[in-house]
Antibody, heavy 121, light 111 residues
Framework: EVQLVESGGGLVQPGGSLRLSCAAS????????MSWVRQTPEKGLEWVAN????????FYVNSVKGRFTISRDNGKNSLYLQMNSLRVEDLAVYYC??????????????WGQGTLVTVSS | QSVLTQAPSVSGAPGQRVTMSCTGS?????????VHWYQQLPGTAPKLLIY???NRPSGVPDRFSGSKSGASHSLAISGLQAEDEADYYC???????????FGTGTKVTVL
């Protein structure tokens, strides 16, 4: 059974940093692209970033470029999102998701339960 | 801001058929990129419902179907059931943004 379990969310002040983790199991992690997707009641679902199977390619939504870094450790079956210079608008539930399909046809076939990131002073 | 537009809500009685649309622009759906659909039950994570416009993952009932008409895509639920009460989101790729984009979401209410 595919399982994705996020951790690392919490309360942080504007300008602060947080590192999210996602532990994957039930599939060969190193064979899949992986994504982070966030959700707020106001903006809905927003794809944040994804990373190639071997970590050689990474893509980001414009609003987080230069502030967030996606990475993975295939030996530990883990996905990460380092979030720096956090802003109030980064407040969201962050989901880890497994990607399927080619670059421009990708979709997310499994999702974690999500972890809440709150940015507030 | 969501790039793909969906009606905020749709409702139907048990057993009825409901449809919801997903519209975009020439840089996403209009460019013939695939549309995928997700179901989000209250308090849970999104779940893949339809991929590649009209394909159902294993375990998804055939009551759910995706279709395309011109520059718009639709999700239909036939034989509506109480357990289908959820939010439904479409997703595609946008070549202008070079990003994956989601719809605004449609809330399905079973009367």
């Amino acid at each position: 059974e595919v399982q994705l379990v996020e951790s690392g969310g919490g309360l942080v002040q504007p300008g602060g940093s947080l590192r999210l983790s996602c532990a994957a199991s039930g599939f060969t992690f190193s064979r899949y692209w992986m994504s982070w997707v966030r959700q707020t009641p106001e903006k809905g679902l927003e794809w944040v970033a994804n990373i190639r199977e071997d970590g050689s390619e990474k893509f980001y939504v414009n609003s987080v470029k230069g502030r967030f870094t996606i990475s993975r450790d295939n030996g530990k079956n883990s996905l990460y999102l380092q979030m720096n210079s956090l802003r109030v608008e980064d407040l969201a539930v962050y989901y880890c998701a497994r990607d399927q399909g080619g670059r421009r046809r990708q979709y997310r076939d499994y999702w974690g339960q999500g972890t809440l990131v709150t940015v507030s002073s | 801001q969501s790039v793909l537009t969906q009606a905020p809500s749709v409702s139907g009685a048990p057993g009825q058929r409901v449809t919801m649309s997903c519209t975009g622009s020439s840089s996403n759906i209009g460019a013939d990129y695939d549309v995928h659909w997700y179901q989000q039950l209250p308090g849970t994570a999104p779940k893949l419902l339809i991929y590649g416009n009209n394909n159902r993952p294993s375990g998804v009932p055939d009551r759910f179907s995706g279709s395309k008409s011109g520059a718009s895509h639709s999700l239909a639920i036939s034989g509506l059931q109480a357990e289908d009460e959820a939010d439904y989101y479409c997703q595609s790729y946008d070549s202008r943004l070079s990003d994956y984009v989601f719809g605004t979401g449609t809330k399905v209410t079973v009367l």
